[in-house]
T-cell receptor, first 116, second 113 residues
Framework: AQSVAQPEDQVNVAEGNPLTVKCTYSVSGNPYLFWYVQYPNRGLQFLLKYITGDNLVKGSYGFEAEFNKSQTSFHLKKPSALVSDSALYFCAVRDIVPDSWGKLQFGAGTQVVVTP | DSGVTQTPKHLITATGQRVTLRCSPRSGDLSVYWYQQSLDQGLQFLIQYYNGEERAKGNILERFSAQQFPDLHSELNLSSLELGDSALYFC????????????FGPGTRLTVT
């Protein structure tokens, strides 16, 4: 069974500092990995994905993520955080075995708080 | 704006009642997914439809059912509602293929009193 873990409930960072949100995964085959962000009272917005290829994936709003197969991790990063990055971040995994049929398994979410 | 629409935005109802949530996917997307977000369970996959056919089931209660119509919109029916069904219900859509990301609607907030 596939699963994803976000070990931190909350990450606090000062504006202008680097931001990292951690994610580890477990799948039976090769993973498809996604990051989403949720602002208050809004739906989830897609940030980026890893399917195959380069381990460093660039996404929306200056975010990037690094896929590490040996550590089964897919950490989200931003070199310089903004106050407007304060939101709830979800990591998700999709197993590519046939019976998964595209459903996403989400982590518990990490609340990011960026202080001015 | 993701292109996925959901109605209603808010719904308040009493225990034992039945409600229907509606979702219209992005233009061209054949797959529709339903998710439930609650404080204690987090984001849980409920069910997926592709071009009118059920494709995958997740943690969906027997009191819940869904369908996708020929125009590709989908409805999630929740019956015999309990207090614990209070949650945000999201619909997402995507093109067919596991490499595609899902685009989420704004959600329907259901409150059962």
């Amino acid at each position: 069974a596939q699963s994803v873990a976000q070990p931190e409930d909350q990450v606090n960072v000062a504006e202008g500092n680097p931001l990292t949100v951690k994610c580890t995964y477990s799948v039976s085959g090769n993973p498809y990995l996604f990051w989403y962000v949720q602002y208050p009272n809004r739906g989830l917005q897609f940030l980026l994905k890893y399917i195959t290829g380069d381990n460093l994936v660039k996404g929306s709003y200056g975010f990037e993520a690094e896929f590490n197969k040996s550590q089964t991790s897919f950490h989200l990063k931003k070199p310089s955080a903004l106050v407007s990055d304060s939101a709830l971040y979800f990591c998700a995994v999709r197993d590519i075995v046939p019976d998964s049929w595209g459903k996403l398994q989400f982590g518990a979410g990490t609340q990011v708080v960026v202080t001015p | 704006d993701s292109g996925v629409t959901q109605t209603p935005k808010h719904l308040i109802t009493a225990t034992g009642q039945r409600v229907t949530l509606r979702c219209s996917p992005r233009s061209g997307d054949l797959s529709v997914y339903w998710y439930q977000q609650s404080l204690d369970q987090g984001l849980q996959f409920l069910i997926q439809y592709y071009n009118g056919e059920e494709r995958a089931k997740g943690n969906i209660l027997e009191r819940f059912s869904a369908q996708q119509f020929p125009d590709l919109h989908s409805e999630l029916n929740l019956s015999s509602l309990e207090l614990g069904d209070s949650a945000l219900y999201f619909c997402a859509s995507s093109p067919q293929g596991v490499s595609y990301e899902q685009y989420f609607g704004p959600g329907t907030r259901l409150t059962v009193t």
